[in-house]
């Protein structure tokens, strides 16, 4: 299984960012995949954002949820995050994840590059 993000990488103060991650090797709606963007940021180190779970429900770290949306294409291998109202410590590195769960509770990650975002005016 293979990721790639994509957006851009300069966004303004109080603009939304939306990201894009490419899937492939799975499909979205594979059986036990759950879909997930973290980040890595200089205050706030690695921190999850959210997901998209295999069946479509989605799930925000409480931190963030007032701003984050993340949604899935029909085409069943593009996931995309929209962060509202950024400001310059949303700055960082942002990786889309495919998370499978394996019989006996194991997890396995498959990590797309990253994608360095800038917020600034």
């Known amino acids: 299984v293979q990721l790639q993000e994509s957006g851009p990488g300069l966004v303004k103060p109080s603009q939304t960012l939306s990201l894009t991650c490419t899937v492939s090797g799975a499909s979205l709606t594979t059986a036990d995949y759950y879909w997930n963007w973290v980040r890595q940021t200089p205050k706030q180190g690695l921190e999850w954002i959210g997901e998209?779970?295999?069946?479509?429900?989605?799930n925000y770290s409480p931190a963030l949820k007032s701003r984050t949306s993340i949604s899935r294409d029909t085409s069943g291998y593009l996931f995309t995050l929209e962060l509202s109202s950024v400001t310059p410590e949303d700055t960082g590195v942002y990786f889309c994840?495919?998370?499978?769960?394996?019989?006996?509770?194991?997890?396995?990650?498959?990590w797309g590059l990253g994608t360095q975002v800038i917020v600034s005016s």
């Open positions: 998209i779970t295999f069946r479509g429900r989605t």
């Open positions: 994840i495919g998370r499978l769960d394996v019989i006996g509770g194991t997890q396995v990650d498959f």
